[in-house]
């Protein structure tokens, strides 16, 4: 083999499944070679890791709202990848809403591009919106390169990104059936969805946001995704209630996928205190049970992925003086945040770093199409997170990369400290320009 661009030896790593020692060799951003950690290779820069660091794969977080352009005050490219690439996440996916334009048509997703070109410290792809008068451009978006289509069954909180009613879902279905593409879908029924009251109390809000109401909005899914044959991906599952329907759609052959949170698996309503305002997100953090569920859906694979859900917005609107929660956003930040809250639940659930490879970045990429991330093997992206899973730290809002520092985990403490991040054979460094490339579907650039 001719001399490699690096070399890097991992006493640890999560390859394939399993965890090795091992030494990975990589040419032009990509994993050319994987081998025994005894073997001889020769380059021209060798990255030697101690035993107290695990390599992983990237992650990969294909649920994020970056809000940029028109919200850039929100977060922003800059802020966001930094934040991604400090909880070593090396592939981030934009949601379609909160940016104005919304990314509904062509024109959006260009200006899109446009903002984030030079300020992406990791590589972003992007998901297009699917609203009820944005069917003509739905194909268009689709040979654009997005990676698939967000809507919403429920009051998405932006006037620029309404709902899809019943009949608007199985238009769009059969549209996105036809190209072959992914549908994401926010699945609350706002037939069972109430007006939060004015009140400081978590239990009023999550009232109004009953377990029904994702029951109720996962059976339509199903039924519509069964009459035409469309791929879908239900986001941000909350309520554990809904698992059974999942399962059972699977094995009737409805090609349906199931992503939940760091938040939903760390967090219980029993302990949020009044005027927390900070916790709400929506669907809502459920109960202590509901918790436990969730984790069963995990281990046997009814949920397939942990994603962040990524949605900041102005800290006056999260109404932290008044904790009003009928008033405030409904959204947490965690981009930064999410892989050592996760990993310091699951290792006490006996959980290890390879289910924590499969659900943040093998099956992410899977599902997004991005089929040369999330894992450490011959022809992948040398995109690598380094993480010390048994160093802990405390959680200090002020050291976080996001734009808007507000954090339902601050002072809470966490296992697993990210020493570095790679991309493309290249550490990350956030005091040099920004590396990260734009992704089209594919995984083309």
């Known amino acids: 083999m001719t001399e490699l661009d690096l070399v890097l030896t991992a006493p640890r790593a999560i390859v394939e499944g399993r965890e090795v020692g091992c030494r990975v060799g990589v040419n032009d ?21 101690t035993d107290d660091v695990v390599l992983l794969p990237g992650l990969v977080d294909s649920h994020v709202h970056v809000n940029d352009p028109g919200r850039t005050e929100w977060e922003g490219f800059a802020h966001a990848t930094r ?43 992007f998901w297009g919106g699917a609203i009820p008068d944005n069917r003509h451009d739905l194909l268009p978006l689709h040979d654009a390169g997005v990676l698939g289509f967000k809507g919403f069954l429920v009051d998405s909180g932006v006037e620029e990104f309404p709902a899809l009613t019943e009949s608007d879902l199985e238009s769009v279905m059969g549209i996105v059936a036809a190209s072959g593409g992914l549908l994401l879908l926010h699945a609350e029924d706002p037939d069972a969805v109430t007006p939060t009251p004015a009140s400081t109390s978590y239990r009023d809000f999550l009232d109004s946001r009953p377990d029904s109401s994702e029951v109720s909005a996962i059976r339509s899914v199903i039924d519509a995704a069964r009459r035409t044959g469309c791929r879908v991906h239900v986001v941000h599952l909350s309520s554990a209630a809904a698992l059974p329907l999942v399962a059972a759609a699977r094995a009737d052959g409805v090609a349906i996928t199931v992503e939940t949170c760091p938040h939903y698996l760390t967090l219980a309503a029993e302990h949020i205190p009044a005027g927390a305002t900070e916790f709400k997100c929506c669907p ?16 046997d694979r009814t949920l397939d992925m942990v994603v962040s859900d990524h949605s900041p917005c102005a800290a006056e609107l999260k109404c932290l003086d008044t904790g009003m929660f009928d008033q405030a956003w409904g959204g947490i930040s965690s981009l930064q945040l999410g892989l050592p809250v996760l990993w310091t639940e699951a290792r006490r659930r006996g959980h290890t770093l390879v289910d924590i490879a499969r659900w943040m970045s093998g099956a992410t990429a899977a599902r997004t199409g991005l089929s040369h991330k999330g894992r450490i093997a011959v022809g992948a ?6 993480l010390a899973p048994d160093e802990s730290f405390v959680v200090d809002p002020t050291q ?5 520092p507000v954090t339902p985990y601050a002072g809470r403490e966490l296992s697993g400290v990210v020493r570095a991040t790679w991309l493309a054979g290249e550490q990350i460094n956030l005091d040099k320009p920004a590396r990260g490339r734009l992704l089209q579907r594919g995984g083309t650039t």
């Open 29 to 49: 951003g990509r994993i050319v070679v994987v081998e025994e950690i005894s073997a001889e290779l020769g380059a021209r820069r060798h990255a030697v890791l």
């Open 83 to 125: 934040a991604a690439a400090m909880g070593g996440v090396t592939t981030i996916v934009d949601m379609p809403l909160n940016s104005i334009p919304a990314t509904t048509d062509v024109a959006a997703l260009l200006k899109k591009r446009e903002t984030a070109s030079g300020n992406c410290f990791v590589d972003v792809a």
């Open 284 to 299: 809502p953090i459920r109960d202590e049970n509901n918790r436990r569920m969730l984790w069963e859906g995990l281990a």
């Open 381 to 386: 992206d040398a995109d690598f997170c380094v």
């Open 400 to 404: 976080l990369q996001h734009r808007i």
